[in-house]
Structures are given as structure tokens and as C-alpha cells.
């Protein structure tokens, strides 16, 4: 599985930006695609995750501003980001996990810049 995110930038504070996360290869067997971030010298976090089900869930830091979902005919999970905050600067990273042997493959990252 080959996951690529595309989508992040520098946005100023209160703005909005829409990550994508693009899945190829073996993806019959992706059952959970999330978002994690990870802060200049801090451990990688959970943002969000969107399961095949469609059920979502989102960490408390990011809930009512911030939307997983997914194009399931493209592939691809996006995550809409609104009321964009300085503390949500961070490289954002796409996360898709296997049913089979509880693989979990990880995408290169695309950086986010909120600007106060």
C-alpha cells in the first residue's frame, strides 16, 4: 500500500487548508485511514481517523473544527481543516491500516504552517 499526501501550506490563523491522502496498491484490504501529526519536537499524535464503516473519530484538540471523509471510487481520505490554530502546526501524516496481518502503512507527511 502507497499512501500520498498532498494539500498542506502555510495559512494564517483562523484560516482553513484540505489535506489528501491518495491510496494505491493492495487496498482491498485497508480497513482504517487516519491522520496524525507531529510537532517540531514532540511525539506524532492522532488527529483524526475514518474507518470503512464510515464511522470517524477525532482527538478532543480538533473536534468541530477539523472533518475526515473520504471519495471511496478516488481512494482517497481528505481532512478539511477550518479555524486553523498556531498549535496545529505540525507535518501531517496519512496512516492506512491492514485486515490482514495488522499491517499499517504510513505516507510521506505534508507539512502545515499556521501563522499567528
Known amino acids: 500500500v502507497q499512501l500520498v499526501e498532498s494539500g498542506g501550506g502555510l495559512v494564517q490563523a483562523g484560516g482553513s487548508l484540505r489535506l489528501s491522502c491518495a491510496a494505491s496498491?493492495?487496498?482491498?484490504?485497508?480497513?482504517?485511514m487516519g491522520w496524525y501529526r507531529q510537532a517540531p519536537g514532540k511525539q506524532r499524535e492522532f488527529v483524526a481517523a475514518?474507518?470503512?464503516?464510515?464511522?470517524?473519530n477525532y482527538a478532543d484538540s480538533v473536534k468541530g473544527r477539523f472533518t475526515i471523509s473520504r471519495d471511496t471510487a478516488k481512494n482517497t481520505v481528505f481532512l478539511q481543516m477550518n479555524s486553523l490554530k498556531p498549535e496545529d502546526t505540525a507535518v501531517y501524516y496519512c496512516?492506512?491500516?491492514?485486515?490482514?496481518?495488522?499491517?499499517?502503512?504510513w505516507g510521506q507527511g505534508t507539512e502545515v504552517t499556521v501563522s499567528s
Open positions: 475514518i474507518t470503512t464503516g464510515g464511522n470517524t
Open positions: 496498491g493492495s487496498i482491498f484490504s485497508i480497513n482504517y
Open positions: 496512516n492506512a491500516r491492514s485486515s490482514i496481518g495488522a499491517k499499517s502503512y
